[in-house]
């Protein structure tokens, strides 16, 4: 919810007249509010949610949507997250968690798939780069969130999940697909013609040192005739800030500031 204006929202949309003739404090006119009086306007609109909304919301519900909508409003960079959504996010940048196995784009419509990870359930089922998935369990991709989304594609590893894929130049076809533990190996690399190739998929805990890595093998190889890196972050979803700076710090030098914070000082 948007804060008061979605609170408001509930109001006017749900069937009970009562809420329509319902009194409700007159929002203080100076531009900055007491706490106790931002306290007493909350109270007073999520008690009468409580009583007159056409179906049963509880406590922590409406705490929720308010932080959400309150955090929100800062920027198009602040969100809330509860505790389900730390805990995803966290598993994420760990690197390791039940699922199919690809790297994607959540975009509109669908899940845009990047590539398959090698040896994954998502390689196995025939999934390609290109493919776009359009429904899970029937429902479409466009009817729920992007976090809703990767959500219902991870799981357990043993149990099952139904996609609808498109693929080009072909009708939509479903497939049930059994997940398995993933561990995601946010790089690889190479070298071609004494330049050395990294790619970077995400920013997890395992990055830096796998940077670190693939620079020493490529040095090992290439030797002296070594020209330089090319750094692949095409598609990169991003994930941890410290990893992100300490990554690029290798080749930008440790000396060298990578981000600046301004504090409200």
């Known amino acids: 919810m948007n804060t008061i204006r979605a609170l408001f929202l509930l109001i006017l949309f749900a069937v009970s007249t009562s809420i329509v003739s319902a009194k409700v404090p007159d929002k203080p006119k100076q531009k900055e509010l007491t706490t106790e009086q931002l306290n007493g306007f909350f109270n007073a609109i999520a008690d009468k949610i409580r009583g007159d909304y056409v179906e049963e919301v509880t406590n922590r519900e409406l705490l929720e949507g308010a932080l959400s909508g309150m955090i929100s409003a800062l920027d198009p960079h602040s969100t809330y997250l509860d505790e389900e959504k730390f805990n995803e996010i966290r598993n994420q940048a760990e690197g390791k968690f039940g699922g199919l ?6 975009e509109k419509d669908g899940i845009k798939v990047i590539s398959p990870i090698e ?3 998502a ?5 390609k780069p290109g493919d776009v998935i359009v429904a899970i369990e029937g429902e479409p991709i466009s009817a ?3 976090f809703d989304a990767l ?3 991870r799981g357990d590893p043993g149990t099952f999940v139904n996609i609808t894929v498109f693929r080009e130049s072909q009708s939509p076809f479903d497939l049930k697909i059994t997940r398995e533990f993933i561990k995601v190996n946010p790089v690889k690399f190479r070298t071609e013609d004494n330049v050395g190739y990294i790619r970077i998929t995400t920013f997890n805990d395992q990055t830096t040192t796998k940077v670190i890595h693939a620079i020493r093998s ?3 190889e290439a030797g002296a005739k070594l020209l330089g890196y090319v750094v692949d972050l095409r598609n990169n979803p991003g994930g941890l800030l410290d990893q992100a700076v300490s990554v690029t710090s290798l080749f930008i030098g440790r000396d060298k500031p990578v981000v600046s914070i301004k504090g409200k000082g």
């Open 101 to 106: 196995g690809i790297e994607i784009i959540v």
């Open 119 to 121: 040896d994954t359930p």
């Open 123 to 127: 390689q196995k089922a025939g999934i």
């Open 144 to 146: 729920m969130s992007g």
């Open 151 to 153: 959500k219902k594609l």
């Open 218 to 220: 490529i040095k090992k």
